[in-house]
């Protein structure tokens, strides 16, 4: 299946800074990703929806002005957190959307990137 | 979009088959049926995807009735490796069409 990479896997950081996690698409070009956090044993919950070239789509109760996402690219898309506090640390996971011709699409996802902020 | 419903959890033990149901009564017709496989830290990773009948690869199988309200992955000879959370989803073709996680159902494979 396709490849998605995430990084940093692991980040820890100070109260009030910013942290960027970059997700990659490595061996297929996508035009759409997806952006997920996921607190401990519960389910994924989609923050937002990248799309290349424009705008995020943000699920209601996400605040778009802290979870900045850029999708310069058909193979990069980052979610930067800004001025992070300790309740914004969760496991942050990626997907992207690989288009099906004779099938369903499918989503891959990253291996997730765990942000601890102090 | 339509929601799934699935055992919170499963027990079973080392060498059995795992079947794990998902209802899905308000599946639309375009919508696919797809599974996800996710251990603790790690991203959920594909496991299947089918519309209709059976599907089969390496890891599972797939059934899905023809009224399509339910589906069953169906886990061959379960591994201590199988452990871990099983999601089911439902989505379309559409662009930019999302995929709803559910609960999910935590299996447990005992020795």
């Known amino acids: 299946g396709a490849v998605v990479s995430q990084h940093p896997s692991r980040v820890i950081c100070k109260s009030g800074t910013s942290v960027k996690i970059e997700c990659r698409s490595l061996?297929?070009?996508?035009?759409?990703m997806f952006w997920y956090r996921q607190f401990p044993k519960k389910s994924l919950m989609l923050m937002a929806t990248s799309n290349e070239g424009s705008k995020a789509t943000y699920e209601q109760g996400v605040e778009k002005d802290k979870f900045l996402i850029n999708h310069a690219s058909l193979t990069l898309s980052t979610l930067t957190v800004t001025s992070a506090h300790p309740e914004d640390s969760s496991f942050y996971i990626c997907?992207?959307?690989?288009?099906?011709?004779?099938?369903?699409?499918?989503?891959?996802f990253g291996p997730g990137t765990r942000l601890t902020v102090l | 979009l339509a929601k799934t419903t699935q055992p919170i959890s499963m027990d079973s033990y080392e060498g059995q088959e795992v079947n794990i149901t998902c209802s899905h009564n308000n599946i639309a017709t375009n919508d696919y049926i797809t599974w996800y496989q996710q251990f603790p830290s790690q991203g959920p990773r594909f496991i299947i995807q089918?519309?209709?009948t059976k599907v089969t690869n390496e890891v599972a199988s797939l059934f899905i009735p023809a009224d399509r309200k339910s589906s069953t992955l169906s886990l061959p000879r379960v591994s201590l490796s199988d452990t871990a959370v099983y999601y089911c989803?439902?989505?379309?073709?559409?662009?930019?069409?999302?995929?709803?996680f559910g609960g999910g159902t935590r299996l447990m494979v005992k020795p």
């Open positions: 989803l439902v989505g379309s073709n559409n662009a930019g069409n999302m995929l709803t």
């Open positions: 997907s992207a959307r690989v288009a099906g011709v004779r099938s369903g699409d499918t989503q891959y």
């Open positions: 089918g519309y209709k």
């Open positions: 061996d297929f070009q996508a035009t759409t």
